[in-house]
């Protein structure tokens, strides 16, 4: 046999190995073409994935600041001293109050409100007790929003006037009780006229009755030399009962404003019955000098 007949082929054998070459050329040219796109695809993918991160990131930026990040364009509040009676809206949003506490203070005083003393400011609807603490080493209080009677000089009264009307004053050296005193009494005191003597004794209505001579100082604009001629030889108490009034009955007391109301309420309620002033000690509204100087006046 000759060497030449084993490279000749049916025609069925030919016909067999095109159709293999048609199949592997597609193959190859499917295999190019794949590749060629994902080759092309793959910066525009990662472009994509790039810049989905950036807009995720800066997004979480702006909804999801660190706490130490402070706005530039937000004014810090300041702190200078200030007339709640007299003070522009200018004025009291340099000092952090916001725009509702403003416009309250401003219905206030259009109705006539005057604030008389820092405490008077604690009751705008709205100001929160942290707020409050912080303005009030800043609040000042004009002496123009005095009653216009304090500006009257107590008359001297001669001899032979009615000692009713104008009754003798008592000789240095001489004292009253300032426990048991009535107005009459009161206005035998040089310096004390009708006027202090009436907030003498509505001051002493509202504590329940003095139990120190000192207790004078907190009558605004009382003259100091005054307290010479006053002792305390009676206690006659008109205690509170904290286990049974309401919160509006204790804050009318003097040395209780509205918060430390709050607070005994609060602590009635969740603790049963108060025993002692001292267990209020754990609460932020009442100091130490709070509860002594309360505690006369109180009963359980």
């Known amino acids: 046999m000759r060497a030449s007949q084993f490279f000749v082929l049916h025609k069925s054998d030919r016909q067999v190995i095109f ?119 800043y609040i000042t209080i004009s002496s123009d929003y005095m009653p216009a009677s304090t500006l009257v000089e107590p008359r001297q009264e001669a001899p032979h006037r009615d000692s009713l009307r104008y009754p003798v004053k008592i000789a ?22 009708s006027y202090y003597a009436r907030r003498i004794a509505e001051y002493g209505q509202r504590l329940g009755g003095y139990v120190s001579v000192d207790q004078l100082d907190e009558i605004q604009d009382f003259p100091v030399d005054a307290k010479a001629y006053f002792t305390i030889e009676a ?36 603790h049963g019955a108060i025993t002692d002033l001292s267990d209020l000690r754990f609460s932020q509204d009442f100091a130490p000098q709070d509860i002594e100087r309360l505690r006369p006046y109180v009963e359980y």
């Open 235 to 270: 206690t006659p108490m008109q205690k509170l009962n904290i286990n049974r009034l309401t919160l509006d009955e204790l804050k009318r007391h003097p040395y209780i404003n509205y918060y430390q109301a709050r607070a005994i309420v609060d602590y009635r309620r969740q």
């Open 19 to 137: 159709i293999l070459i048609i199949i592997a050329v597609v193959a190859f040219g499917i295999i190019l073409l794949t590749g060629g796109r994902e080759t092309q695809n793959q910066p525009v993918s990662s472009g994509i994935i790039a810049d989905s991160a950036q807009t995720a990131a800066t997004h979480f930026g702006r909804n999801h600041r660190s706490p130490y990040y402070q706005p530039a364009n937000v004014a810090q509040p300041e702190r200078f001293a200030f007339d709640p009676n007299t003070a522009d809206s200018t004025t009291l949003l340099r000092l952090g109050l916001s725009p509702n506490i403003v416009r309250n203070i401003y219905k206030y005083r259009a109705k006539g409100g005057i604030f008389r003393q820092k405490q008077d400011f604690a009751r705008l609807y709205g100001l929160t007790v942290k707020e409050y603490r912080e303005l009030e080493p």
């Open 172 to 193: 240095e050296g001489q004292t009253i009780d300032l426990a048991t005193a009535d107005t009459t009494q009161l206005k035998t005191v040089p310096g004390i006229g």
